[in-house]
T-cell receptor
Framework: AQRVTQPEKLLSVFKGAPVELKCNYS??????LFWYVQYSRQRLQLLLR??SRESIKGFTADLNKGETSFHLKKPFAQEEDSAMYYC?????????????FGQGTILTVHP | NAGVTQTPKFQVLKTGQSMTLQCAQD?????MSWYRQDPGMGLRLIHY?????ITDQGEVPNGYNVSRSTTEDFPLRLLSAAPSQTSVYFC????WGGGGPGANVLTFGAGSRLTVL
């Protein structure tokens, strides 16, 4: 069975500082990984997915199969980045897999 | 498009009462699912459906029932509410099958906050 672990429940940084939200996964095959974000009073929404290899709102995430990680990074955090972040995994090679979510990390960016 | 609509947004129940959380989507998505969100536990899958008439259990199905009579609707029923079911419930949907940028990307509802006393 697949598992997603986000070791930090809470993460606080100051504006302009680099931020890294950790995500580790357990899955024997080739996974597809996502980061979802929930801003205050907004719905959960997709932030980025590893197969797109894109930067969204300055965030990037690289899939490291050797370390089974998919950490989310941003070089200069902004106050508007404060939100709940979820890492999620679906079995690779399918387009109908169930998404497994991590426990979530609440990011607070202080002015 | 309204996307995914959940009702009610808030509900308070007494232990043993039953109720139904409603979920509707207007995107013609085949796949619909229910998650519960609890502090420190993340989002856990309760039940899901890959099309009308087809449902299956997720990670935490006990105490919940679902049915899928139409593509648009996927109600979640609490048969006999318990305090352990106090949570925020999210309905989410996506297109089923195929590839492309939308594959496996969930569209979420706004959530339903349930308190069981």
């Amino acid at each position: 069975a697949q598992r997603v672990t986000q070791p930090e429940k809470l993460l606080s940084v100051f504006k302009g500082a680099p931020v890294e939200l950790k995500c580790n996964y357990s899955y024997s095959g080739s996974p597809e990984l996502f980061w979802y974000v929930q801003y205050s009073r907004q719905r959960l929404q997709l932030l980025l997915r590893h197969i797109s290899r894109e930067s969204i709102k300055g965030f990037t995430a690289d899939l490291n199969k050797g370390e089974t990680s998919f950490h989310l990074k941003k070089p200069f955090a902004q106050e508007e980045d404060s939100a709940m972040y979820y890492c999620a995994l679906v079995a690779g090679g399918t387009s109908y897999g169930k998404l497994t979510f991590g426990q979530g990390t609440i990011l607070t960016v202080h002015p | 498009n309204a996307g995914v609509t959940q009702t009610p947004k808030f509900q308070v129940l007494k232990t043993g009462q039953s109720m139904t959380l409603q979920c509707a989507q207007d995107m013609n998505h085949e796949y619909m699912s229910w998650y519960r969100q609890d502090p420190g536990m993340g989002l856990r899958l309760i039940h899901y459906s890959v099309g009308a008439g087809i449902t299956d259990q997720g990670e935490v199905p006990n105490g919940y029932n679902v049915s899928r009579s139409t593509t648009e609707d996927f109600p979640l029923r609490l048969l006999s509410a318990a305090p352990s079911q106090t949570s925020v419930y999210f309905c989410a949907s996506r297109a089923w099958g195929g590839g492309g940028p939308g594959a496996n990307v969930l569209t979420f509802g706004a959530g339903s906050r349930l308190t069981v006393l």
